[in-house]
């Protein structure tokens, strides 16, 4: 039954939306930005994880089977038939479907159940531009915020992270909070003025049957180009000042918990590259997302032959900078911790083409359903933490998101 439902939405073909959330230009993070006002949607994929099955390999037949070349990612000739009509692809991966593909709790229901966990939505080149839908638009109101927890709970789950480090269960854990608020009027255009903030790498929406996506993230979750795939973890938080930065380059703390998120992800690599390529590029620079300093590595390697999309995803899903050390172990306390579902944050959301994959993870990100916003925010938890400083961080890395959305 699982596996029918999922070819049902393997043959949804055409662009969908609701009412209240209508499809404008198509502005998916990381695809070409020559080619984001002429695509148009062939056929989409949604998977969720009360389906069962295997979620990177539905997705790799179903790209496959549209003429994208993702069978072997170092070579995407192998067996690949040209197809003119396809530019390439949106892929999102929630965190919930990374913990299924990493054998993991997936932890509480998500807060916005309209999201699939895994949406992949295959695009064709047109000759008319897209634009505006021609709507009147619609008085914009955000209501107020309304956290799933308080700093208080917030701050005893840092110090439950404290006692599982101290019983040697894990060395860090990632906790993200979530919070929500009532809105009216069409969401889309605040979800796109996410892509400005300063430092959104990864800016751009994604929509769907009464959901949308809108993504502001600075982070690399995975890139693959020319046989080579790269990630580049953020890890290490500060506000964007003199003293901000020199503090972040300083703090022992946050040096010790970004390298051991960059030996995490030397190790996801390792899985996928040839034997002896995985090298550290950059380590430790210091780079701005609106106004905070963020730490930032880049780990790469030669991938190995014959790994397609199924192998990548079940690498590198759910990101290590947003799970923890060991991240199979920290994904355990997440699920115990987390008072609410990742939904759309902490996840992969990008582009892929042929010779070319390029997933954002999903940090500054805020789904829209039909009544209501999402966003979450959180930060890594090791033996230093200062639970009042992590609320405050995972606070401070919310504000410039909720500051834009509330603004007409």
Known sequence: MARRKSTERTRKIGPSGVETLPHRVIDVP????GCRHRLTERARLHWRTSDGGDPAATVQAFLTAHGLPVTDLADPTTGHHPDDRTCGAALYVSAA?????????????????ALPDLVAVVYDHTDTPTGPTGRHPTPWWVGPWQPSWTPHAHAAAVRAVHAAIGRGDVYQVNLVGHAAARYTGDPLPALSRLAALPGARYGGTLTGDGWAIGC??????????????LTRPIKGTRPATAAGRRDL????????????????????LAHLARTG???VDELYAVRRWCDLWQAESTVSATLADGLGLA???????????VTGAPKLAALHHIAALEPAGRGASMGALGWVAPGHLDLG???????????RLHLW???GITWDSDPDAEVAEAAAKAAPLRALLTTG
């Open 30 to 33: 990381a695809a070409p930005p």
């Open 216 to 229: 502001a993230s600075p982070e690399t979750l995975v890139e693959v180009t020319a046989g080579r795939v």
């Open 311 to 321: 192998d990548l995803l079940r690498a590198v899903c759910p990101g290590g900078s």
């Open 277 to 279: 390529t995985v090298t």
């Open 361 to 371: 993870l999903t940090i500054r990100t805020v789904a829209a359903e039909p009544d």
């Open 97 to 113: 479907a990374g913990a299924h593909l990493a054998g993991a709790p997936t932890g509480p229901p998500s807060p916005a159940p």
């Open 249 to 268: 380059l300083a703090s022992a703390k946050e040096r010790a918990e970004h390298i051991m998120i960059v030996d995490l992800e030397r190790h996801d």
């Open 377 to 379: 925010a959180g930060g």
